[in-house]
């Protein structure tokens, strides 16, 4: 799954890659200043809640995290979710 629109309109976008043991890996990316911030769980699903489309959000925001990781150098960030 991906959400994304085209600028100016926002400079936000999510990809949802299924993985194996029913896990997914969840990119969000910001761009011009609108980077999703890596402090912890809520402020990554804020910023997956703050996406044009809901369908993002609704898909992740009761997984439960297995790993993150996170990239200063192109403001992404990227968690290893399960569904259950």
């Known amino acids: 799954m991906a959400v994304y629109t085209t600028a100016p309109r926002t400079h936000r976008l999510g990809v949802v890659f299924p993985i194996e043991g029913d896990r997914w890996i969840v ?8 980077y999703p911030r890596s402090d912890d769980d809520a402020t990554f699903l804020e910023f997956a809640a703050s996406l044009e489309q809901p ?3 609704e898909a992740i925001r009761a997984a439960n995290p297995t ?7 192109t403001r992404t960030r990227c968690a290893a979710a399960s569904s259950g």
């Open 27 to 34: 990119t969000l990316v910001g761009l011009r200043g609108h």
């Open 55 to 57: 369908d993002l959000y």
């Open 67 to 73: 790993a993150r990781c996170a990239s200063s150098a």
